[in-house]
Structures are given as C-alpha cells and as structure tokens.
C-alpha cells in the first residue's frame, strides 16, 4: 500500500502515515472483532451454564460483569503486540499506543479485582453465620487500595517512570495523603472496632443522644453506617461517630426473654391510711386476687401497702410478664406530685405494637384499681 501511494505521487511522509493508520484501524477492527467473539462464546456459554448450575457464584459471577471484564484483557493483549507491525517507522506513535493500550489493559485487570472482591462479598453476606460481621467495609478499603495501585501503575505507564518511584515521592506526601483520607482510614478503624468488640451488627436497634437516630441498623459500609429510623427516614453517620461517643444498642434486650416496664403511678398522699377491719373486709370481698390476705399477726397494714401486693399478685398472674425476670414494687420519695409507686418487670413480647399494647393494658387496670383500696390518683390542678 505504501509503494502505489507513493507511485501515485504522494508524499512519502502522508503515505506512510496513511498506511500505518490503515493498519492500525484493520487491527482495531480485528481486536473488536475478537472481543466479540469471546463474549459471545464465553460469556454465552456461563449464562447457559448459570441456568443449569445449583452454584450462586456462577450467578453472581455474571451480576458483577467478572467473566465480561476480564474478556475485555484479550483484544488489548492481541493489540499490544501487533501494534510494532502498525507503527513500523514511527517510533513515537508506536510508544504512545502502546503505553494507551497498556492502560486500558491494566483498567480492565482492575475492573476484574473488583469485581471477584464484591463476588466474594456477596458470598460471605449470603451465609447466616455471617451476618452478625458486615464485610463491606473491609472489602471497601481494599477497593480504594486496588484502585489507588492500580492508578499509581496507570500514572507511571504514562510518564515512563517506575511505580517505585512514584510510591517513594508519595511517602514525601504522606501528610497530604492522610489528610485526602483521614474519612475512610477512621472509617476503617472504626470497623475493625465495631465488628472485633461486636458492638454493631446489621439489624441492630440502636438510639443515639439528642434524637440523631433511633431505629435499625441498614447498611455498615467503610464511611457510613445507615440507620432506617422508626419514622422511615434514613440517618447516616460515619463509623467513628459510634467508636468516639456512646450509642444505645437495644440487641441485648432483643435476645433476652423480655422487655422491661418501668412506670410510676402517681398517689395522692392524702388518702393514705391505715386500713380498719371493715376496708380489709371489702377489700377482701371485691378483689378476688385479696381474698386469701392475713396481715401478719399485731400489723396494720396500709392501703397503700395492700395495692401494692395487689399489683405484685397480678402481675404474677398475667403470662405476658416473664415471671424469671426481675418484678420490683417500690414506694419512692413523696414528691409535690404525690407518692410514687414504681412498677418495674419485663413484658416477654418484645415486639414494639404488642409490647405498648400489655404494658397500656396493664396500667390501665392498675390505675382503675386504685379506688377499690380507697385511694385516688394525684392529678394535678392549677
């Protein structure tokens, strides 16, 4: 081709050019064309495969385009090497294709890593035994490690230097350098934190102070940590936040047998009073759970002190009180809002609607209660 352009009288120098750019643009094609083929062959084949298989990472091979990507390595290759064939007299342009073929052979190697990362994230996330340990963060530093090389490689294949060099003038910048990533080497610690002290899992009902969020553990990732609130609004805070400052993680009672009640029913201290055999009586006849009260011998008891085993014997026979967990009744310090009754014990529906529903029933019962042991609510009253 070269020889008939310059027969036909054309400069040499434009028919040279004109005839690598020939070659050029028929081994692009070619490569192309290779890279189609491959597609259709390989990753035809590992769909048709996919169907047929029981195994979930040859589904999740194809989700995170692994098997694609790494196709894409074999027309650079195939180019690479015959680019010399293209470029036989011009130097320059033959090291200045090389070095944008080599680039994009090492982004597709990457994109192929980072691919087979997040297969193995899905993997390790699909187990149950693994759930309680989130893995995204950890495989996220190594996200920003292989695309921090895989630059650094880039950079140097384009200036001609070596990769060694570039790490040696970085290590100058350092300072820069955690400063550009102070956010996710915190968020790094953190993690490791969290997920060694087991302090956070996926699921988790947590409450941070001042109301920033209360709701259930979504997502722990390298920066963020996304919290689905009760109201359905979304809160993200970054790992270190829940290292450095204190957070309330409800897991404990979720795996316990029970959820704790704990409530004040409020007495007006002026109609307390030592009970007279008459009000024992009563008592005695209108509330079935008294029938069998003796006070003990030479003791007068109190109202207050009667609806105070009242409450304890009917709490003792509800089924929704885990009666192997802790049931307090305590008379606290007078206050100018009345004498306090303290009523404290574990529902064992742990479940938010049901667990409000018992304890509201519950209290109402108890404050309905209070007239048969001739007492009254406090209420107050301007």
């Not at 297969?119 to 759930?131: E, P, R, S």
């Not at 795996?255 to 007006?268: A, F, H, P, T």
Request: proline content about 4%.
């Amino acid at each position: 081709m070269n020889k008939i352009l310059i027969d036909w009288g054309i400069d040499p120098k434009l028919a040279n050019m004109f005839d690598e750019s020939i070659i050029a643009v028929l081994m692009i094609a070619l490569s192309i064309g290779l890279d189609y083929l491959c597609q259709a062959i390989f990753v035809g084949g590992m769909k048709r495969y996919t169907k047929r298989s029981p195994h979930k990472w040859n589904t999740l091979l194809m989700k995170r385009k692994v098997v694609h990507h790494l196709i894409h390595v074999l027309p650079g290759i195939l180019i690479y090497f015959l680019l010399p064939l293209a470029f036989v007299r011009g130097k320059e342009m033959l090291e200045f294709s090389q070095k944008i073929c080599a680039v994009y052979i090492i982004t597709a190697v990457l994109l192929t890593v980072n691919g087979l990362l997040l297969v193995m994230l899905d993997v390790y996330n699909a187990k149950d035994t693994q759930k309680n340990r989130p893995m995204k963060g950890f495989v996220q530093v190594l996200q920003v490690l292989l695309f921090f090389v895989g630059g650094i490689v880039i950079v140097s294949v384009l200036i001609d230097k070596s990769p060694m060099t570039l790490f040696a003038g970085l290590g100058a910048s350092a300072a820069v350098l955690m400063l550009v990533f102070k956010d996710s080497i915190l968020g790094f610690v953190a993690g490791v934190q969290l997920s060694a002290n087991d302090m956070l899992r996926i699921g988790d009902w947590i409450a941070l102070p001042n109301g920033v969020a209360n709701g259930t553990v979504e997502e722990i990732t390298l920066n963020t940590v996304k919290i689905r609130n009760w109201d359905k609004t979304i809160s993200t805070v970054p790992p270190y936040t829940l290292v450095n400052n204190s957070f309330q993680n409800w897991r404990g009672m979720q795996e316990s047998g029970g959820r704790r009640v704990d409530k004040n029913i409020y007495l007006d201290m002026t109609t307390l009073k030592f009970c007279t055999p008459e009000m024992l009586d009563n008592i005695r006849k209108e509330v079935p759970l008294m029938a069998d009260y003796q006070p003990a011998e030479g003791e007068v008891p109190t109202n207050s002190q009667l609806y105070r085993i009242y409450i304890e014997r009917y709490l003792r026979s509800l089924p929704v009180v885990n009666q192997d967990m802790d049931l307090i009744l305590s008379q606290k310090e007078p206050t100018t809002y009345g004498v306090p009754i303290q009523v404290y014990f574990f529902s064992r529906n742990k479940v938010w609607r049901e667990y409000e529903r018992i304890q509201s029933d519950i209290f109402d019962h108890l404050l309905v209660m209070v007239q048969k042991f001739d007492l009254k609510l406090y209420q107050y009253s301007d």
